[in-house]
C-alpha cells in the first residue's frame, strides 16, 4: 500500500531524477544519479537505505567470464 501522499509514482531513475529537475518534488536517487542540477539533501537523524543483492545460479562450473565479474563487481562494490 502507497502513502497517501505521493503525488507521482515512475518505474524509471532516469524519470525520477527528471522529475526533481523539474521541481516536481523530492526524489531518493542513488549517489550516481545526483548532480546536473541535483543537490544532496541532509535530514538530520536519518541513515541512508541499504539495499541487499543476492545472486543465485546453479554452478560456479562453466559460469561465464562476464558474470563471474558481475558477480566479483557485487561482492567488492557492495561492502
Known sequence: MKPPNIAHHFDSLDLVAAA???????AMLPQDLLG???????ILG???LRRDMYVVYLSRRLLPTRIRALFDFMILDGS
Open 36 to 42: 546536473e542540477g541535483l543537490l544532496e539533501l541532509q
Open 20 to 26: 526533481a529537475r523539474r521541481n516536481l518534488g523530492v
Open 46 to 48: 536519518t541513515v541512508p
